[in-house]
């Protein structure tokens, strides 16, 4: 699965939208990108996931670039709750194919009051 | 309400002893898997199991076993081989549906004594 690099950091006023980047411009057409977060000392949450259209859930969007190599997960309005880090990861779409994920260090996120 | 359990929550060992930490799940996840986490990395797949009676190593299995007797459980211990055992352990859960993200646990923090 290809590799994702993410800012180490991001700060984001509350009530304000968090675009939060995610590169991954090795990835390969039938993997899909996938948004976690993890507040400390809890376990991961999934958030979004998309192939190369935009998703948009109740927690999230997720913009996707047309050329595939990069992505946004967009928290529309941002709350204190949603300070954690982010993780952003491509995986092929079939439940085998599991060793290669790779989960690098994420964007930790903090909303201030 | 369905999910993932982890339990204890904290785990303390003296060296040289195992240690199994409990997962169970209620979501009817055919897929489970046993990450590790240690400050300041990423998530590490230590097994992982697509079905009942079946499982794979991941990237740091030496020094861990698991077992899949059933489709709700799936324990992991930590042996004595295991030289540095002192980390986050995350369990999680995944539809036989491969695109689907994972469920994760709330974690099991282990300290060796």
């Known amino acids: 699965d290809a590799k994702t690099t993410q800012p180490p950091s991001m700060d984001c006023a509350e009530g304000r939208a968090a675009n939060l980047p995610c590169n991954h411009s090795?990835?390969?057409?039938?993997?899909?990108v996938y948004w976690y977060r993890q507040i400390h000392s809890q376990g991961p949450q999934y958030i979004i996931h998309?192939?190369?259209?935009?998703e948009t859930n109740e927690m999230a969007s997720l913009i996707i670039t047309e050329d595939r190599k990069s992505s946004t997960l967009i928290l529309p309005h941002a709350t204190l709750r949603d300070t954690a880090v982010y993780y952003c990861?491509?995986?092929?779409?079939?439940?085998?194919?599991?060793?290669?994920?790779?989960w690098g260090l994420g964007t930790s996120l903090a909303v201030n009051p | 309400d369905g999910g993932i359990t982890q339990s204890p929550k904290y785990l303390f060992r003296k060296e040289g002893q195992n240690v199994t930490l409990s997962c169970e799940q209620n979501l009817n996840h055919d897929a489970m898997y046993w990450y590790r986490q240690d400050p300041g990395q990423g998530l590490r797949l230590i097994y992982y199991?697509?079905?009942?009676?079946?499982?794979q190593k991941g990237d740091i299995a030496e020094g861990y076993s698991v077992s899949r007797e059933k489709k709700e459980s799936f324990p992991l211990t930590v042996t004595s081989a295991q030289k540095n055992p002192t980390a986050f352990y995350l369990c999680a859960s995944m539809p036989g549906q491969a695109n689907y993200g994972y469920t994760f646990g709330s974690g099991t923090r282990l300290t060796v004594v």
């Open positions: 199991s697509q079905i009942v009676n079946d499982f």
């Open positions: 990861i491509v995986r092929v779409a079939h439940a085998g194919n599991n060793r290669k994920l790779i």
């Open positions: 090795t990835i390969s057409g039938n993997e899909y």
């Open positions: 998309g192939l190369k259209n935009n």
